[in-house]
């Protein structure tokens, strides 16, 4: 590893709206697989990883703390710390949160915060921009990647440097809004002007000094929400007292529109944020017809589209041209690709009628592994569920309904009122309306099983938990 190496602050929220049905807000687009065999914070930590870079810090929400590191420790990688946001406040609250914790802990580091829900085709050339930016960071400054426009885009920021850019960059003179077509076209025409990636390299005690300068109000309330953090199983909660007092803000908004001392450094591989599902058509690989198919699909007399739909279903596309259609077994979408940035527009209808759909992801992740359910009657529901080798269920009961296990895969322990039981594949067992239980994977491989809960209510908040192995206090199962 280098002397100096950088730590990469991977931020890891977000809403996952704009590729609905795949993204959704409770599994939003950086743990989806869009492009490749990995999910886009794996292609994201993996970007920054190296004798160069050092194990990243990880800002996320609660609820997706464990996809997080289930993610990265499939491609073995071990963060050094994960920063659990009580709440949304957007990039400025985040970056200061790591970059206290970073001096705190590890002294005055550089850091590369980098949005973990990004397409970059050379990882070796975002490798290298970033080592150059280290440079800018060491003496003092903030640098900040800026990607060469393609087109007159009207849903990012620009920068506009001082002066003719060369590969180590060049002082900022302005940073531009989100313009309109018009204005989008006459920036492009200048060569020095780039988008804004929301990418940026500085040092811990620099970044905090930003903030002490130019957003005073979040200093404090940051800086106790990381001092009066709290511990859990391998993460790190900041306190929610605090953190209610700071305000939801931009990094771009609350320091870089401010600071006098930054640099921007060109970036000019292939780069796109994936915001839409025609942006995922032209990031995909496509046949001489323009058609990209993702999973079971055959398209016949298909052109410039995009076909996907996951392991469960089959898509047939007959006479398409410029649609998308991505097909869930809960959702399908259909869009003219062309309006497929409205997609967050329709979630919102769709939200308004109580679908469960337009939030909720399928499957539904835990420390011990994840469940998904199957199907949802009056007075039943069936789930699949997958536990990890040495996974183990919280001690639990139920007032309001009974279950039964069938093992598909895998060893299961089960403990019923005292008793335990070891079951394998096609054996059952049933656990009565009241019964204290626990379920462990017993192998060393995922332990599989269909439950099927018979009763009146089937919400998690039926459950009575006596003993949790992850020292658990909300959240069921």
Same mark, same amino acid.
């Given at each position: 590893?280098?002397?100096?190496?950088?730590?990469?602050?991977?931020?890891?929220?977000?809403?996952?709206?704009?590729?609905?049905?795949?993204?959704?807000?409770?599994?939003?687009?950086?743990?989806?697989?869009?492009? /490749?065999?990995?999910?886009?914070?794996?292609?994201?930590?993996?970007?920054?990883?190296?004798?160069?870079?050092?194990?990243?810090?990880?800002?996320?929400?609660?609820?997706?703390?464990?996809?997080? /590191?289930?993610?990265?420790?499939?491609?073995?990688?071990?963060?050094?710390?994960?920063?659990?946001?009580?709440?949304?406040?957007?990039?400025?609250?985040?970056?200061?949160?790591?970059?206290?914790?970073?001096?705190?802990?590890?002294?005055?580091?550089?850091?590369?915060?980098?949005?973990?829900?990004?397409?970059?085709?050379?990882?070796?050339?975002?490798?290298?921009? &970033?080592?150059?930016?280290?440079?800018?960071?060491?003496?003092?400054?903030?640098?900040?990647?800026?990607?060469?426009? /393609?087109?007159?885009?009207?849903?990012?920021?620009?920068?506009?440097?001082?002066?003719?850019?060369?590969?180590?960059?060049?002082?900022?003179?302005?940073?531009? @809004?989100?313009?309109?077509?018009?204005?989008?076209?006459?920036?492009?025409?200048?060569?020095?002007?780039?988008?804004?990636?929301?990418?940026?390299?500085?040092?811990?005690?620099?970044?905090?000094?930003?903030?002490?300068?130019?957003?005073?109000?979040?200093?404090?309330?940051? $800086?106790?929400?990381?001092?009066?953090?709290?511990?859990?199983?391998?993460?790190?909660?900041?306190?929610?007292?605090?953190?209610?007092?700071?305000?939801?803000?931009?990094?771009?908004?609350?320091?870089?529109?401010?600071?006098?001392?930054?640099?921007?450094?060109?970036?000019?591989?292939?780069?796109?944020?994936?915001?839409?599902?025609?942006?995922?058509?032209?990031?995909?690989?496509?046949?001489?017809?323009?058609?990209?198919?993702?999973?079971?699909?055959?398209?016949?007399?298909?052109?410039?589209?995009?076909?996907?739909?996951?392991?469960?279903?089959?898509?047939?596309?007959?006479? &398409?041209?410029?649609?998308?259609?991505?097909?869930?077994?809960?959702?399908?979408?259909?869009?003219?690709?062309?309006?497929?940035?409205?997609?967050?527009?329709?979630?919102?209808?769709?939200?308004?009628?109580?679908?469960?759909?337009?939030?909720?992801?399928?499957?539904?992740?835990?420390?011990?592994?994840?469940?998904?359910?199957?199907?949802?009657?009056?007075?039943?529901?069936?789930?699949?569920?997958?536990?990890?080798?040495?996974?183990?269920?919280?001690?639990?009961?139920?007032?309001?309904?009974?279950?039964?296990?069938?093992?598909?895969?895998?060893? *299961? @322990?089960?403990?019923?009122?005292?008793?335990?039981?070891?079951? $394998?594949?096609?054996?059952?067992?049933?656990?009565?309306?009241?019964?204290?239980?626990?379920?462990?994977? *017993?192998?060393?491989?995922?332990?599989?099983?269909?439950?099927?809960?018979?009763?009146?209510?089937?919400?998690?908040?039926?459950? /009575?938990?006596?003993?949790?192995?992850?020292?658990?206090?909300?959240?069921?199962?």
């Amino acid at each position: 590893m280098a002397e100096n190496p950088i730590v990469p602050v991977l931020l890891c929220g977000g809403a996952g709206t704009r590729l609905w049905p795949l993204s959704r807000r409770s599994f939003p687009k950086q743990f989806v697989q869009l492009l /490749t065999d990995n999910t886009m914070l794996q292609e994201t930590a993996l970007r920054v990883n190296g004798p160069s870079f050092s194990a990243p810090i990880v800002v996320t929400a609660e609820p997706f703390r464990f996809i997080v /590191t289930e993610q990265l420790d499939q491609i073995g990688i071990r963060p050094r710390a994960v920063l659990l946001e009580p709440s949304p406040k957007n990039t400025g609250p985040a970056i200061l949160a790591a970059a206290e914790w970073a001096a705190q802990n590890l002294g005055d580091v550089t850091l590369a915060v980098v949005p973990t829900d990004h397409a970059i085709t050379s990882a070796s050339d975002f490798q290298e921009t &970033l080592l150059r930016a280290q440079a800018r960071a060491d003496s003092g400054h903030i640098a900040t990647l800026g990607i060469a426009p /393609t087109h007159a885009a009207t849903g990012y920021g620009y920068i506009e440097p001082q002066e003719a850019l060369d590969k180590d960059g060049a002082k900022v003179a302005r940073f531009l @809004e989100k313009p309109n077509h018009d204005t989008a076209l006459k920036l492009i025409k200048n060569p020095s002007i780039l988008w804004n990636a929301g990418i940026f390299v500085l040092g811990a005690h620099a970044a905090i000094s930003a903030f002490e300068t130019h957003a005073t109000d979040l200093v404090v309330p940051i $800086r106790d929400a990381v001092a009066a953090a709290e511990p859990d199983f391998g993460f790190l909660r900041l306190a929610p007292g605090p953190w209610a007092h700071a305000e939801s803000i931009s990094f771009d908004y609350a320091v870089m529109e401010h600071a006098t001392d930054v640099y921007v450094l060109p970036f000019r591989s292939g780069w796109s944020d994936l915001g839409s599902w025609d942006a995922i058509w032209s990031e995909s690989v496509k046949d001489k017809q323009g058609v990209v198919t993702q999973g079971e699909v055959i398209a016949e007399d298909c052109s410039s589209t995009l076909l996907r739909a996951s392991k469960e279903m089959a898509l047939i596309g007959v006479g &398409l041209s410029d649609l998308i259609v991505i097909a869930e077994p809960d959702a399908v979408l259909v869009a003219d690709r062309r309006q497929s940035n409205r997609v967050g527009e329709a979630l919102l209808a769709l939200a308004g009628t109580g679908k469960s759909q337009a939030t909720e992801a399928r499957r539904d992740y835990r420390p011990w592994g994840w469940f998904e359910s199957l199907k949802v009657g009056e007075h039943f529901q069936v789930k699949h569920i997958c536990v990890k080798p040495e996974g183990t269920l919280s001690l639990q009961s139920h007032q309001h309904r009974a279950e039964h296990w069938i093992v598909v895969q895998g060893i *299961a @322990e089960v403990t019923i009122d005292g008793v335990v039981s070891e079951l $394998r594949a096609n054996q059952s067992i049933y656990v009565p309306l009241g019964a204290v239980h626990r379920l462990r994977n *017993a192998g060393d491989v995922d332990m599989r099983l269909i439950e099927v809960q018979t009763g009146s209510y089937f919400g998690e908040d039926d459950i /009575t938990r006596f003993d949790d192995v992850y020292a658990r206090q909300t959240e069921g199962t």
